[in-house]
């Protein structure tokens, strides 16, 4: 059975006038969207570190910007730049994963993870064991250390707010106090830019086609975990270890407007969504203001205008990376860390030309397939099956090159 969040990791926990912050990953599209909402409340913030992979421009221009304190490049080699950059300031400066990972040590109030990739698992878990607010963006972290990550929040007394659209969807409506009264979780997808595209006309896509999601302004990674639908199935992995309930009542539904975010039905057949314009803003400016709701002036919803919503069932032949990920889930042990690391190499493989679009599931499939399934009991043990996972898939696609 997967063990789930309960009402007391997510009970509320008093928060001080000034709230020390730090975003993990502010200059992605999750960071910079976070700190667009703190700057727009800047007298209720003090923002202690932020983080980038090399954009040492951006993250310099964020540090000066919001006054922070530390300012971390996980790309050790841009270091020296971003020295250069914050020379005539105050600010603090590291580099390195030994620095990105005691950065998220650092005692804050709240912290957003929203680095890509299961390079976030390490500093995220640095930040749960402070015991602070954790806003989760980075779902993969979840998937390739769902257990550990859960085991820590519980140990330290961590508090874990999705901010993934769907699960802070969720999140909102479901009433952790009669689970057992809850049917089914529905996660809802937009089905990415090839919904209506045939399994033929996919194998001939684009990166720029693949990039540009109808609904959502994303980094490039989610984007094309959209567009192949991954992202869904990561998104399955992440709400079974959020939510206390069993995959087989996890289901998802494509629902292509993007304006229901997810639902939670219940047994006396209520279903009970949250909805909004689709807007990043909305979840995290929740996580943001929990256990208060935020002022923020996100596009209010205009039903008239949507006029419709429609929803179909998703097409499996065409979008395999649902059943690789619910099969993944059901396996347990390494599997899903498997998943998550061919799927990363794989993705990057497409956006740099080495594979067709088609590829990127096969990849997976074809890693999970060589893969042995382990138990995992560590993060040294998640860190090795990431790494073999990477370097069976590596392989692999360079036989589809
Ligand atoms: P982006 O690619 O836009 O940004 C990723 C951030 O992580 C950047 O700050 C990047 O730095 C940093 N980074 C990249 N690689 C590393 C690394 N190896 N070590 C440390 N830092 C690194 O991603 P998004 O903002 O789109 O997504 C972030 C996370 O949030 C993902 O897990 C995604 O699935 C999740 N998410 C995103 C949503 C969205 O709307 N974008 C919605 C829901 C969830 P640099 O800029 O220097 O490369």
């Not at 202690?48 to 006054?67: G, P, R, S, W």
């Not at 390490?122 to 993969?140: D, F, V």
Request: aromatic share 6%.
């Amino acid at each position: 059975m997967i063990t789930g969040m309960g009402a007391n990791e997510f009970s509320r926990k008093p928060r001080g006038e000034l709230r020390r912050i730090s975003v993990f990953g502010s200059t992605g599209s999750v960071g910079i969207n976070t700190l667009e909402l703190v700057a727009a409340s800047a007298e209720e913030f003090q923002v202690e570190v932020l983080t980038a992979n090399e954009n040492v421009a951006l993250l310099a221009e964020q540090a000066k910007k919001l006054d922070a304190k530390l300012a971390v490049v996980a790309n050790e080699a841009y270091f020296g730049e971003l020295k250069d950059l914050l020379s005539d300031t105050e600010i603090e400066v590291a580099g390195g994963q030994k620095a990105l990972i005691e950065a998220g040590s650092r005692d804050v109030d709240w912290v957003m993870a929203a680095i890509v990739g299961a390079a976030g698992l390490a500093p995220t878990l640095a930040a749960i064991q402070t015991g602070a607010i954790i806003a989760l963006a980075n779902k993969e972290s979840l998937v390739c250390g769902g257990s550990l990550v859960l085991d820590n929040v519980r140990k330290y007394g961590a508090t874990l707010l999705p901010v993934d659209s769907e699960h802070n969807a969720i999140f909102q409506v479901l009433d952790f106090n009669q689970i057992d009264k809850v049917e089914r979780l529905i996660l809802t997808a937009s089905g990415g830019p090839f919904l209506n595209l045939s399994y033929e006309e996919m194998r001939l896509v684009s990166r720029e086609q693949a990039l540009a999601h109808p609904n959502w302004d994303m980094g490039a990674k989610i984007s094309i975990d959209s567009a192949t639908m991954m992202n869904k199935g990561l998104e399955l992995i992440e709400a079974a270890h959020l939510f206390p309930l069993p995959p087989e009542q996890i289901d998802i539904l494509v629902h292509p407007q993007s304006i229901i975010h997810s639902m939670v039905e219940y047994r006396d057949g209520s279903v009970l969504s949250q909805m909004g314009s689709p807007n990043m803003k909305t979840p995290i400016s929740y996580t943001l203001g929990w256990p208060d709701r935020h002022q923020f002036n996100a596009d209010r919803l205009d039903l008239a205008k949507v006029g419709s919503l429609t929803f179909l069932n998703p097409d499996p032949i065409r979008f395999p990376a649902l059943r690789l990920a619910r099969n993944a889930l059901k396996t347990g042990k390494s599997a899903p860390t498997t998943l998550n690391a061919a799927n990363e190499v794989a993705v990057k493989g497409f956006l740099d030309g080495e594979l067709g679009f088609l590829d990127i599931c096969s990849v997976v499939e074809e890693t999970l397939q060589r893969s042995k399934i382990v138990e995992l009991n560590s993060i040294e043990d998640i860190v090795d099956i990431d790494q073999l996972g990477r370097e069976q898939a590596l392989s692999i696609v360079k036989q589809f090159a």
